[in-house]
């Protein structure tokens, strides 16, 4: 099976095939790759209704485009959490007590606000956690409140 970036593989002669082959032996990064193409083809059929199609070679170059874009912004992003004096990692509580940590998430386009909290003991052990969905509309800054 042949595609059109040159990633064959002899004696494969089905789609199901083919993934299969590519994510046994593919390295990590044709990997991601692999997986982001699958992701903006699924996009892409999905906005066809909106009438802003791509050809597959546009999805393609767009989605290896942001996967360069995207793996160098966690670069040095990891970079720059690595030479931060003031990073804080979590603590564990006292012997014997329980630490809830919480957490809220919005988007501004959606109606409604995502909260979580996860317990854990004092040797950082999982203890229970729970989600909760609140309809409403919140600033970003005002659902961390």
Known sequence: MQ???GWQYQGVNSLMDWFLAMFVLASVDKYKLILMVCWALWTNRSIVWEYKEQSPSQVFYMTSRFLQNWTAVVASSLAIAASS?????W?????GWMKVNVDASTGLSLS????DAIVRNSYGE??????WRY?????PKNTEL
């Open 126 to 131: 999982f203890v229970a956690a729970k989600v």
């Open 112 to 115: 409604f606000v995502g909260l």
């Open 91 to 95: 603590q564990r509580p006292p012997e």
């Open 135 to 139: 309809p409403g509309f919140f600033s």
């Open 3 to 5: 595609t059109d970036v």
């Open 85 to 89: 004096d003031h990073l804080r990692s």
